[in-house]
């Protein structure tokens, strides 16, 4: 067994193989992060933990037997590892929840370590664990600077939500790695793991969705999710709350272009980017701005010869809803117009201006204000809805508009039940997969 052996008085060494060491360690080598490609999302998270948290350096490393991988970072040029000593991610690992300390050179257990003792010279460290689901913390979401600070716990709370968010991209990524592995079983194998596949493929589109909508105050919700042909599509949508009274909400809908599982990871970059920003900097145009340069960074690394090009359509809202009504933000970016059905039967329909996310060089989104009283009904889709063929031709936005012709006053749910009865009269197979997201208030 080894050891690290620090100063007296200090916490116990940490043992590398007893027995929960063993399974942490099982639990990273799971998720195979390790030796990998440069990852985007992961890279957006370092990114944003600086930037929230104001210091100069952001990462995310993962703690293996006896070295700290630096998986992703944020001006901090040059590293990729250090040795597992005792002290900052090390330590790190050892705690449930955030850890600080505001002065490495006066901590027993960080002033040895090498960031601290070298270069850069940290002196100030704050980090907190991304956690399995099983309780593995495979290792952290780190802030780092050259002076000594202390942190506010509301800061704190926000690197946990982002070492939740690099957990949770985690779990996505390898849902698509045993995806991608069983396709290529399945082609170079028998036709019985085509079950299994689509088993996964169903797992996983539903992994890029959120699992149920949760209850927004004072509002009705409801949505509707289509796939067309390929099992797993690249539409998605989000509802979460920004603050733990309710005031604030973050809503978006989507469309990434492509199918499959290529599609599926870049839903997860483009839904995980766009609630880290809501968290960070809860603006609709500022969000889809921070996820047209995550795009054009993704297509740069990535890229064969360094620029693929793919993109999304987008739409971004805050909502705010009272007990008289509903303020919401929008913006959008090469979007569907958004739809108001009001309570005494007019029918709105608002063109969100907005470039393709991820196209244009100096690309600008503005924001518009919709305000929802009693009876009124909001509805989001994709641009699925309208593309749509129904008796060979196709349904267009001038079809959608007369089928919503009678249907002012619905509230969100049975809106909802209509459209599903709409898109079982579509032609098959479906060309397109269709989203759709309705929110009203009560009358």
């Not at 939740?164 to 045993?178: C, F, I």
């Not at 795009?295 to 809202?317: H, N, R, S």
Request: glycine share 10%; proline share 8%; net charge negative.
């Amino acid at each position: 067994m080894e050891s690290f052996e620090v100063p007296d008085g200090s916490l116990p060494p940490i043992p590398v193989m007893d027995t929960g060491e063993r399974g942490r360690l099982a639990a990273v080598r799971r998720y195979q992060i390790l030796g990998s490609p440069p990852d985007a999302v992961l890279d957006r998270v370092a990114a944003l933990a600086a930037r929230v948290l104001d210091a100069p350096i952001g990462s995310v490393t993962i703690v293996d037997e006896d070295r700290v991988w630096f998986v992703a970072s944020s001006g901090l040029p040059g590293v990729a590892q250090v040795s597992r000593e005792p002290g900052l991610c090390a330590e790190a690992v050892r705690r449930p929840g955030p850890y600080a300390v505001a002065d490495t050179a006066q901590d027993r257990h960080a002033a040895g370590h090498p960031l601290v003792a070298g270069e850069p010279g940290v002196r100030f460290y704050a980090a907190a664990p991304i956690t399995t689901a099983d309780g593995h913390r495979l290792g952290t979401v780190n802030v780092m600077g050259p002076r000594p600070r202390e942190v506010a716990s509301e800061k704190l709370t926000v690197l946990a939500d982002l070492a939740a968010l690099a957990m949770e991209h985690l779990e996505l990524r390898l849902s698509a790695l045993r995806a991608a592995a069983l396709e290529r079983a399945v082609h170079e194998t028998a036709e019985r793991e085509k079950t299994q596949l689509a088993a996964l493929a169903d797992a996983l589109q539903r992994s890029l969705l959120p699992p149920g909508l949760p209850e927004l105050p004072h509002c009705e919700i409801a949505a509707h999710y289509q796939p067309a042909i390929e099992p797993i599509g690249g539409d998605f949508y989000d509802l979460f709350p920004l603050d733990e009274h309710g005031r604030r909400w973050g809503l978006f809908i989507g469309d990434v272009v492509g199918k499959g599982a290529q599609a599926a990871g870049r839903t997860s970059l483009v839904r995980y980017t766009l609630r880290t920003e809501a968290i960070t900097r809860p603006n609709p145009a500022r969000m889809l701005t921070g996820l047209d340069a995550a795009i054009k960074l993704d297509q740069a690394v990535y890229g064969p010869g360094g620029a693929e090009m793919w993109f999304c359509t987008a739409a971004a809202a805050i909502v705010r809803p009272g007990p008289d009504g509903a303020i919401i933000t929008l913006a959008a970016g090469g979007h569907p117009p958004l739809i108001l059905l009001r309570a005494d039967g007019r029918l709105e329909s608002r063109e969100l201006r907005g470039p393709i996310i991820g196209c244009l060089e100096g690309a600008v989104f503005d924001n518009v204000h919709v305000e929802l009283a009693a009876g009124d009904t909001l509805l989001l889709h994709t641009d699925g809805l309208i593309d749509a063929h129904r008796g060979g031709t196709r349904f267009g936005e001038d079809g959608l508009h007369a089928f919503l012709a009678d249907c002012g006053g619905l509230a969100a749910p049975a809106l909802m039940d209509r459209l599903r009865g709409l898109v079982d009269t579509f032609d098959d197979p479906a060309d397109d997969d269709i989203a759709m997201v309705a929110l009203s208030i009560p009358a």
